[in-house]
């Protein structure tokens, strides 16, 4: 609001112009990850970014496996690797997109969600269509004329090795009325 304080700013920041104080301009990248500083978390320059994919495709969700970290997009898989400030992104695979941002959790060192393609894992080798059996009730749902994005959940149960996914039945359920459990050391949906 004055020149004392737009000096404490670097660069200054000039004073207020009458009595509209001064805004800086707002940049929006949806496909942008920033990172800090080595060992500083709290610390992130405005030139520590990485841009994944195409400008105009939102980053719906990021997850961690043990080397790499997975930036799932509308636009597909993208996997980012490196240490220290030295990081490459790959499309790692394009034809499967996440279409509900929230059922997209890690289980065993894997990363479960649902899919264009209906549930799948995606690991360090690739990703496996795990749904086959229920084709019929996902693919009706993400056929289906409602959004059902933000209804929808998954779940981890690392000790049973269990994935569990909550969706919602009918297009006017605002709330998940359905749940399917998928367990990893036997292959099966319950």
Known sequence: SDATVG?????????????????????????????????????????????????????????????????LKEDGIYRLTGINGVYTVDLFDESTKIVAPDTAVVVNNQIYCLSNQGVVVISDTGVEIISYSLDNVFQQLISANYDFRFTSFGVSYETDRAYWLFVPTNPNDDVATQAFRYGSNTNTWI
């Not at 301009?25 to 994919?53: C, M, W």
């Open 7 to 71: 000096a404490l700013f670097n660069p200054p920041l000039p004073p207020a112009v009458g009595a509209l104080p001064v805004r800086g301009a707002v940049e929006t990248k949806p496909n942008r990850i920033f990172y800090s500083k080595l060992q500083q978390p709290e610390a992130v320059p405005l030139l520590n970014f990485i841009d994944v994919g195409p400008e105009d495709k939102e980053i719906s969700r990021i997850l961690a496996l043990r080397e790499s970290l997975f930036i």
